[in-house]
């Protein structure tokens, strides 16, 4: 999401419901290590080898895991594709539902690790 003045007022309206900010390092790698997958042919492909990055990106200076994480996490010139390459992220509800869920996350609200 770009920040403007548009997308900031949307996210103060919707803050108590939701966590937002810059992502760290380890969660973007978690996040594609374990819940990526790639658009291949229109298709919805785990990403379990290098070989799948390197047909589509490595024109564009991607070969690895690790090149694909790198331009995501640093928002570099390929930025756009290897973000189109990647399928939207299907996250679940945590394990044992939320314990207090009525509290923003700032103020001790349901958190896990």
């Not at 403007?4 to 939701?18: F, Q």
């Not at 331009?71 to 314990?99: C, D, H, M, Q």
Request: net charge positive; aromatic share 10%; with cysteine.
């Amino acid at each position: 999401v770009k920040i403007n003045k548009a997308s900031l007022g949307l996210l103060k309206r919707v803050e108590p419901y939701i966590a937002w900010g810059y992502p760290s390092h380890k969660t973007i790698h978690q996040l594609l290590y374990k819940r990526g997958y790639g658009k291949v042919n229109g298709q919805r492909l785990p990403i379990t080898s290098n070989q799948i990055i390197q047909s589509r990106l490595s024109h564009h200076g991607m070969t690895c895991m690790e090149d694909l994480l790198h331009e995501i996490e640093t928002v570099g010139p390929e930025f756009r594709r290897a973000n189109n390459f990647l399928w939207p992220f299907k996250l679940t509800n945590p394990r044992g539902g939320y314990s207090q869920k009525g509290r923003h996350f700032c103020e001790g609200g349901d958190h896990r690790e």
